[in-house]
Nanobody, 119 residues
Framework: QVQLVESGGGLVQAGNSLRLVCAAS????????MGWFRQAPGKEREFVAA????????SYAPSVKGRFTISRGNAKNSVYLQMNSLKPEDTAVYYCAIKPPWRQEYRYWGQGTQLTVSS
């Protein structure tokens, strides 16, 4: 059974940094991309960042580019999101997700971790 577990959320003041961690287990395949998404209260879930299996490229939403950095662990089954210069508008539940190599969309999702940025 595929399982993704996020951790590292919390309450921080604007301007500070935080790192989110996502650990995946139970995957019967490799070659998958991993991504981070977020959903703020009353809003739809939105893309934040993504990284392929190789880890040799990254993509970001314009709202976080230059402040957030996505990376993968050496074992490939973990993904991190380093968030710097946090803003109140970054407040959301953050989800990590996995996109299998044969699919165009993300198929597996974690339960999410709450980030609250106070002004």
């Amino acid at each position: 059974q595929v399982q993704l577990v996020e951790s590292g959320g919390g309450l921080v003041q604007a301007g500070n940094s935080l790192r989110l961690v996502c650990a995946a287990s139970g995957l019967p395949f490799s070659g998958y991309a991993m991504g981070w998404f977020r959903q703020a209260p009353g809003k739809e879930r939105e893309f934040v960042a993504a990284i392929p299996w190789s880890g040799d490229s990254t993509s970001y939403a314009p709202s976080v580019k230059g402040r957030f950095t996505i990376s993968r662990g050496n074992a490939k089954n973990s993904v991190y999101l380093q968030m710097n210069s946090l803003k109140p508008e970054d407040t959301a539940v953050y989800y990590c997700a996995i996109k299998p190599p044969w699919r165009q969309e993300y198929r597996y999702w974690g339960q999410g971790t709450q980030l609250t940025v106070s002004s």
